[in-house]
């Protein structure tokens, strides 16, 4: 199989999406050959099958100079792929959809938000299949979808066999955001330091542009903890970092609400860091116990802090025992193999 991949951004330094490098990588095992266009490109190490090619925003290009490389990669490339796989951007799919149908290749859409305009219909009527993994997923019931594993490399993503000697550790990790509600997080942190619960929350992620003003607003509500240790800023870093961050902290708290997928829940219970979140998505990848304790009520501080404070006061083989049962339900449903395989036996059908 030739496989066209159009794909938003390749940089395994890249803290958010630097997870698709190691995507490609895997699939590239399975097939004779692969494009990859990004709409950005940074560092990267692909096997010699592998052929990335960016439409220039790294270079600071137009959006018509974008559009101009687009059509010329996927016209010239022709005779190199006979199958496409756009992830996560239904906007490639419109552009090329119409010229892929008239050269008769396969259109496959990775897409996982809950939310999607007229764009995203007419990128799904263009495609074969689309692929997600909510099921609070926009295309989640069509007929033409189908759910597939997260792809989580448990052999990177894995518990160390040294934690961190240090205890009551909280994780955030992520770019700071509205979105991301890191507020509710340090409203929570602020009812358990006034507990004198004994704790450190170790945030990691770095603002947008447009979020600058909310990150500046989240240091303010933040200064008193920060000064007295309880939480550290870090900047954000690349995703093959992340598991070393995992292995050193307990607790991984996610407010990314309903509807959405973060990957970096099952990036944290494959390496042993319990997650606490308030996303209902991972209602069934817990089992109906651990969910009890686990989500907690979305954007409610209060309720957070006891879910926390929940956990560190659990004996020890008691948190071994649920660090087990996310890391198995990890292994068995969302590795990396096994989306692979099922994407590939998929799409060379």
């Known amino acids: 199989m030739k496989l066209l991949i159009l794909t938003q951004k390749i940089d395994k330094n890249d803290d958010i999406l630097g997870f698709f490098h190691g ?3 895997k699939l590239a095992q399975y097939c004779e050959f692969i494009i990859v266009i990004c709409l950005e490109k940074g ?3 692909l096997p010699t099958n592998v052929r990335v090619l960016s439409l220039g925003k790294e270079e600071d290009h137009s959006r018509i100079k974008y559009l101009m490389n687009f059509y010329n990669f996927i016209w010239t490339e022709k005779n190199n792929y006979d199958t496409v796989f ?3 951007n239904p906007e490639y799919v419109v552009l090329g959809g119409l010229l892929w149908k008239i050269l008769n290749k396969k259109i496959f859409l990775w897409y996982n938000h809950k939310k999607g305009g007229l764009k995203t ?3 799904g009527k263009l495609s074969k299949k689309i692929f997600y993994t909510s099921d609070f997923s926009f295309f989640a019931k069509s007929k033409k979808s189908q759910i597939m594993p997260a792809g989580i490399d448990t052999d990177v993503f894995k518990a160390r066999s040294t934690k961190h000697e240090a205890r009551s550790t909280i994780l955030s990790l992520g770019r700071i955001s509205p979105v ?6 340090i409203d929570a942190l602020k009812i358990l330091s006034e507990k004198d619960f004994d704790f450190i929350a170790n945030i990691y992620g770095d603002p947008t542009e447009k979020d600058i003003d909310y990150y500046n607003k989240t240091r303010e509500m933040a200064s008193d903890l920060e000064k007295k240790g309880k939480i550290v800023f870090y900047k954000g870093v690349s995703n093959y970092e992340t598991p070393i961050i995992y292995n050193q902290n307990e607790i991984f708290v996610n407010l990314t609400p309903t509807g959405s997928f973060d990957k970096t829940i099952l990036e944290a219970m ?12 991972f209602e069934e990848i817990f089992n109906h116990e651990l969910s009890s304790t686990l989500i907690f009520k979305e954007s409610d501080p209060k309720d957070l802090s006891e879910k926390i404070l929940y956990f560190f006061n659990l004996y020890e083989e008691k948190k071994d025992e649920i660090k087990r ?14 989306l692979v395989k099922k994407l590939v036996n998929t799409i060379s059908e």
Do not use: T
């Open 270 to 281: 494959a390496c042993g860091c319990i997650p606490i979140v308030c996303n209902k998505s």
């Open 180 to 185: 991301k509600h890191i507020d509710i997080l």
């Open 86 to 88: 756009v992830h996560m």
């Open 43 to 45: 560092a990267y190490n």
């Open 325 to 338: 049962i996310l890391w198995d339900a990890v292994v068995r449903n969302h590795n990396l193999d096994k």
């Open 23 to 25: 995507w490609v990588e």
């Open 121 to 123: 219909k007419i990128a």
